[in-house]
């Protein structure tokens, strides 16, 4: 006879052959969907960044780790479902019980790194964005590091919540184990916390934008998505307050699990956003006469100008490193901004030096250094989009 892994409630019977399996099938649908949206706006991230810039950078690295991440993570907990995953444990055989330990072990440790990847790919492309405002940036890393340090030590107690490890999932009696409740609710709560400064970070520094107002509520709007995040967060910490101690674990930690699917799909969603308008802009636009990005034939005709101006001064690298700005996120963010290029020349030089302002750094595209050795003469060439 087969034995149940829990003995069921007063006035429930187990039921091996055709339990209540609603959860069961909320698990597969919601799994299905955020797998396949994460991997459309994954793809089209990582082919914006090279449509428009051609080459990746570190938030684009790290929100691939994100991905990957939460891939595993959705994996993990569709293959909960295969050892009793979404039904009461009432109804799950007693045999099943020691795999789906293992299962939730896996999920449990997976999720902090990923949670951490998908923040770390939000918080480097925002300092990409800000990078005039160096106090700000260093704020950004200076929360980025602490976090960093945080998940770290997290991912050690959760890898080592049993010793041996193995008594997690009920192989053994013999050792000791943290509570899991306990930490599942601290890791919690410090990650609804980090969400919510993650959404607030850019609000400050938006007002400064030398932008139409219209502009700026669609970049509250862009980094606003994490706001969602947020919720199933705080959903997430409400189930683990009420349920986390209940024995019906087989049920309770697929929903935890669930709510923590959402956090980290639209996690990942609003790491690639951002970039979603501009490549659409890009395509709309590609074939329209008289069309111009600061990605396609505005770089390439700075770029070819500059290198034609190299060979004919003796122009270092250095010299005209202003081609890579013309690729920076504050481009990708607002597409129609304009870019301010200063050329600097000074008497007596054989080589002229070149900068670019974006809108966002308060400078208005002005050189204003000066030297006792040097005349020095600044020009300041203002670059529009044509409509």
């Known amino acids: 006879m087969t034995k149940p892994a829990m003995e069921p409630p007063p006035g429930k019977e187990s039921n091996f052959d055709n339990p209540n399996r609603e959860l069961y099938y909320i698990c597969i649908a919601s799994n299905a969907i955020a797998m396949s949206v994460c991997s459309i706006f994954v793809f089209l991230r990582l082919w914006a960044r090279y449509r428009l810039a051609m080459r990746l950078r570190l938030d684009d690295i790290a929100c691939v780790i994100g991905y990957i991440g939460f891939m595993g993570y959705c994996t993990m907990c569709l293959l909960m479902l295969r050892y009793g995953g979404g039904l009461h444990q009432w109804d799950v055989p007693d045999h099943l019980i020691t795999q789906y330990n293992q299962t939730v072990y896996a999920t449990m440790v997976n999720y902090g790194p990923t949670v951490f990847a998908i923040k770390a790919a939000i918080l480097l492309f925002l300092a990409s964005i800000f990078s005039p405002y160096k106090t700000y940036v260093k704020w950004i890393y200076g929360f980025l590091g602490v976090m960093g340090v945080y998940y770290v030590a997290m991912l050690f107690l959760k890898m080592f919540i049993c010793r041996p490890i193995s008594m997690f999932w009920g192989a053994t009696t013999d050792g000791e184990c943290f509570n899991q409740r ?18 607030l970070l850019p609000c ?68 690639c956003f951002p970039f979603m308008p501009m490549l659409w802009k890009s395509i709309l636009h590609k074939d329209k006469p008289g069309y111009s990005s600061n990605y396609s034939r505005s770089q390439f005709e700075m770029m070819s100008s500059s290198k034609q101006r190299s060979r004919n001064t003796g122009h270092t690298p250095e010299s005209i490193h202003y081609n890579e700005d013309m690729g920076s996120d ?58």
Do not use: M, W
């Open 330 to 387: 504050e481009n990708i963010l607002i597409p129609n901004g304009k870019s301010y290029v200063t050329t600097k020349v000074r008497a007596g030089d054989d080589t002229a030096e070149g900068s670019t302002n974006s809108i966002g750094d308060g400078n208005g595209g002005h050189g204003t250094s000066l030297d006792n050795s040097h005349i020095l003469r600044t020009v300041e060439v203002r670059q529009y989009e044509e409509h």
């Open 204 to 271: 400050p520094l938006t007002k400064k934008l030398q932008v139409g107002l219209i502009a700026k509520l669609k970049i509250v709007a862009i980094f606003g998505v994490g706001g969602i995040a947020c919720i199933f967060s705080l959903v997430r910490l409400v189930f683990i307050i009420h349920n986390g101690e209940s024995p019906d674990q087989t049920y309770v930690f697929l929903q935890i699990n669930l709510t923590g699917i959402a956090e980290c799909g639209i996690g990942v969603v609003c790491a």
């Open 182 to 199: 306990v930490l599942i609710l601290v890791d919690n709560i410090i990650s609804l916390l980090s969400d919510i400064v993650v959404l």
